[in-house]
């Protein structure tokens, strides 16, 4: 049972944020409603999202990168923990309409601070509870997104089911070359 929605959307947010900010090279500079958009599905009031924001959150995404990049969990925890050394976390039970929840920050804090202790906290539930082995960078080679798992059977390896596709498609591709291939006379 998942008790706190917090956890799922600030890994959400962590991967939606990384992706947007880091893995579309030559891609236009993000406005702020683009911003808003992509923050806009994880439970985050996103109208309180200003220009001046655009650059602390990138900033913030290319540190959360380098977790989804960590080989070890050491290294993940390591990242995390410096994370969460940088972000004032005070939670409180409120209600503004969504029901009893929890929030991480006091009433009034700052856009970007929002953001950052949710994505922290998120990533730091994900490798409590999973480890390292349900995140990192898209398993095909060609692509920079990073993924999250919060499946039950926890197997992606993919950002997204078109480069799972790809890499299938490119794998079956290979196998057939190979098979159709003469074979070889190493005889001298």
Known sequence: MDVNGYR???VGAA?????F????????PPTVDAARAMLAP???????????DLGPLADWS???????????????????NGLLDRVSVR???????YGLHVHY????????DRVRINTAIGLAALLAEH????SGVCAEERCERVYADTSRNGRRRFCSDTCANRANVAAHRARKRASAAPPSSDAT
Do not use: K, Q
Not at 131 to 134: D, S, Y
């Open 15 to 19: 991967v939606a944020m990384v992706n």
């Open 21 to 28: 900010w880091t893995a579309d090279e030559g891609a236009a």
């Open 62 to 80: 290319a540190e959360l990168r380098r977790v989804f990049e960590a080989e070890r969990l050491e290294d993940a925890v390591d990242l995390v």
């Open 105 to 112: 920050a006091l009433p009034g804090a700052a856009f970007v």
């Open 131 to 134: 480890g390292i082995e349900r």
């Open 42 to 52: 994880y439970s985050f009031l996103v109208r309180d999202a200003r220009a001046a």
């Open 8 to 10: 799922s959307d600030g």
């Open 91 to 97: 939670p409180r039970l409120v209600d503004h309409g």
